[in-house]
């Protein structure tokens, strides 16, 4: 499956209304387009970790659960994923 197909497979696992729009929401915030039709086997270590910040948030949790999610990632995607995260914080999503 690809990055894309996962996200998917999962909104429709938790039943996300307009799936389609938080797929393609999530895939923009999270950077995640470069790689979003590539196979989740071929994805890098970052790469992964971007797809598994976006799998935790794909049917918009009350709380979120968060260890160390930028460890691996590139110096400037850490910071625009640590940017997303005090997003989330600052929208009244409560962030562990």
């Known amino acids: 499956m690809t ?14 209304k307009d799936r389609k ?5 999530l895939i923009k915030e999270l950077e995640l387009t470069s790689f979003k039709n590539r ?8 790469e992964r970790q971007r797809l598994v910040l976006a799998l935790a948030l794909i049917h918009n949790p009350d ?6 999610p930028s460890t691996g990632l590139d110096p400037d995607v850490r ?5 997303y995260i ?7 999503k409560p962030l562990s």
């Open 39 to 46: 196979s989740t086997k071929l994805l890098s270590g970052g």
């Open 21 to 25: 729009y938080r797929v393609e929401s």
């Open 3 to 16: 990055a894309q197909q996962t996200l998917d497979y999962f909104s429709i696992l938790y039943g996300v």
């Open 79 to 83: 910071i625009h994923i640590w940017d």
């Open 63 to 68: 709380v979120v659960f968060l260890d160390e």
């Open 86 to 92: 005090k997003k989330l914080h600052d929208e009244g």
